[in-house]
């Protein structure tokens, strides 16, 4: 598959009042293959949302080059064109929604684009039966759950038909439901339709269902595999000062007091598998630590 979305030594800082602030993205080289789903994780001000913005030419690179399906986003001439094939969806969804009923506010960003009304009637109906929506089209969005109001956000941007689609901690203002129906939503989107997906998120089990795992610190790259490759490495995560998954954490105790458990068994279900296995091997535990 060809990359939908490469950055290449990609600087950036925000040019302030008082003068030029420090680099906020430090060399960033990443190559987002078409169809994938990679998600992006770093703690607070590592330049997560930066970068997000650098993917669609809402922000311009200081130095360094994106391209969006072979084209720099430094080429003003092909704005629309980049912005029609990378969508962005943010973290808060009331900030997202511009009318006063759902389906239209899905109609809004098409009509923009001068697509013809039978045509916006289609991807307006596909958009919310793809995000489960179809049935609250008539509704006014701002009485909707946080969940639903931002699945009716990612509905709008789908029904600009992006191959890729950039979500910034779309769940960060959600409760656990909204949470896992955003969460549901997007896979599909990823798995039934080919959409790319990138994903920032502060949540290590959203993370963990990417097919990608990109972690930033200060401005740059520092892990990039399989979540399992990528949590695996619990001192590394820790020193840019995230945690790893409760599952992976504990078989990372368990091998510390010498137990032979892998640590690539992420879910919860791998990770019962691979206590269990332990326990049918025969294996006994040796004298208790003293310290
Ligand atoms: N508009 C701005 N003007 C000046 N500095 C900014 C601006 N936006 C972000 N920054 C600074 O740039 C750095 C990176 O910010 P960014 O929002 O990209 O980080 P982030 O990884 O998304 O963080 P979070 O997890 O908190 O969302 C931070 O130090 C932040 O303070
Ligand atoms: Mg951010």
Not at 10 to 19: D, P, Q
Not at 34 to 60: D, P, R, W, Y
Not at 62 to 69: C, K, L
Not at 266 to 287: F, I, T
Request: net charge negative; glycine share 8%.
């Amino acid at each position: 598959m060809p990359d939908i979305i490469e950055t290449r030594d990609l600087r950036f800082s925000y040019v302030t009042e008082e003068g030029v602030a420090p680099v906020v993205l430090d060399g960033v080289s990443i190559r987002i293959q078409e169809g994938s789903f990679v998600a992006i994780l770093g703690h607070n001000g590592s330049g997560k949302s930066t970068l997000a913005k650098c993917m669609n030419a809402i922000l311009l690179p200081a130095g360094g080059t994106v391209y969006v399906d072979g084209i720099s986003t430094a080429d003003e001439d092909r704005l629309l064109e980049i912005r029609r094939t990378v969508g962005m969806v943010f973290q808060n969804p009331d900030n997202q929604i511009v009318a006063n009923v759902v389906e239209e506010d899905v109609a809004f960003a098409p009509e923009n684009l001068g697509i013809p009304p039978k045509e916006i009637r289609q991807r307006v109906d596909d958009a919310l039966r793809s995000t489960g929506m179809y049935e609250f089209r008539e509704h006014a969005p701002h009485l909707l759950s946080g969940g639903q109001k931002q699945r009716v956000a990612i509905a709008g941007v789908i029904a600009m038909q992006p191959r890729c689609i950039v979500l910034d901690e779309p769940t960060a203002m959600l409760d656990p439901v909204g949470r896992r129906d955003v969460l549901r939503t997007i896979r599909a989107l990823n798995r039934e339709r080919g959409v790319t997906v990138v994903l920032i998120t502060h949540h290590m089990d959203e993370a963990a269902q990417a097919d990608r795992l990109i972690v930033m610190a200060r401005g740059h790259v520092v892990a990039d595999g399989t979540p399992k490759q990528v949590f695996s490495d619990v001192e590394g995560l820790e020193a840019v000062g995230l945690t790893v998954p409760h599952t992976t954490r504990l078989l990372w105790e368990l091998r510390q007091e010498g137990l032979p458990v892998p640590l690539d068994a992420l879910s919860d279900e791998e990770c019962a598998r691979a206590l269990a296995d332990l326990l049918r091997s025969g294996w006994k535990p040796g004298p208790a630590r003293t310290s």
